[in-house]
C-alpha cells in the first residue's frame, strides 16, 4: 500500500489581504507554518490562538491514555463515510480559524476548517496504518509549539 501524502496547508493561500499582510498559520508542522521565530515572543493576541493551546492540552491529554496502536482521531460531522479523520496536524490561522489535518478512513487527505467559536470536534481513537511503525503523537509536537511561543 502506498503512502498518501500528509495534507499541507497551500502556501499560496496564504498570500496578499491588499494593503496589509494576512497573518501566517500556525502549525506544529514548521513546513505547515510560520517559523516560530517570526512569531517572537510575545502574549496570545488572537482567540484562535487561545482556543489552539487548549485544544492542543486536550489532545495530549487523550493520547495518554491510547495504546501503542493507536492514534489521535476526530469524529466530525459532513466527512463522508463514518466521518472519522485520523489528526496528523493542528493548527491555527488568526485571529478566527482552527486548523486540522489529517487522514480519512480511505486514507485520503481531510483539511477541516473551522471557526474558533464553532469548534465540535469528538476526539476518539483510531488504529495506525499497518505499514507505520509506531502511533504518531501530535500533543507533544503542539505542546512543543505553544511553549515556544508563550
Given amino acids: 500500500m502506498s503512502e498518501t501524502p500528509i495534507p499541507k496547508a497551500d502556501p499560496a ?35 484562535a490562538e487561545w482556543a489552539f493551546v487548549r485544544l492542543s492540552r486536550m489532545i495530549q491529554d487523550f493520547e495518554a491514555g491510547l495504546d501503542k496502536d493507536e492514534e489521535i482521531g476526530a469524529s466530525v460531522v459532513g466527512l463522508p463515510g ?22 480519512n478512513t480511505d486514507g485520503k487527505p481531510v483539511r477541516l476548517i473551522q471557526h474558533y467559536s464553532q469548534i465540535n470536534v469528538v476526539l476518539n481513537a483510531v488504529k495506525k496504518p499497518e505499514d507505520q511503525a509506531e502511533a504518531n503523537r501530535i500533543g507533544f509536537r503542539l505542546d512543543e509549539l505553544v511553549s515556544k511561543t508563550n
Avoid: E, H, K, Y
Fill in 82 to 103: 463514518d466521518g472519522t479523520m485520523q489528526i496528523v496536524d493542528v493548527g491555527f490561522w488568526g485571529p478566527d480559524l482552527i486548523m486540522f489535518f489529517g487522514r
Fill in 13 to 47: 493561500m496564504f498570500g496578499d489581504c491588499g494593503d496589509v499582510p494576512c497573518p501566517q498559520p500556525v502549525t506544529a508542522d514548521p513546513s505547515n507554518s510560520a517559523s516560530l521565530q517570526d512569531l517572537g515572543d510575545r502574549m496570545r493576541d488572537n482567540p
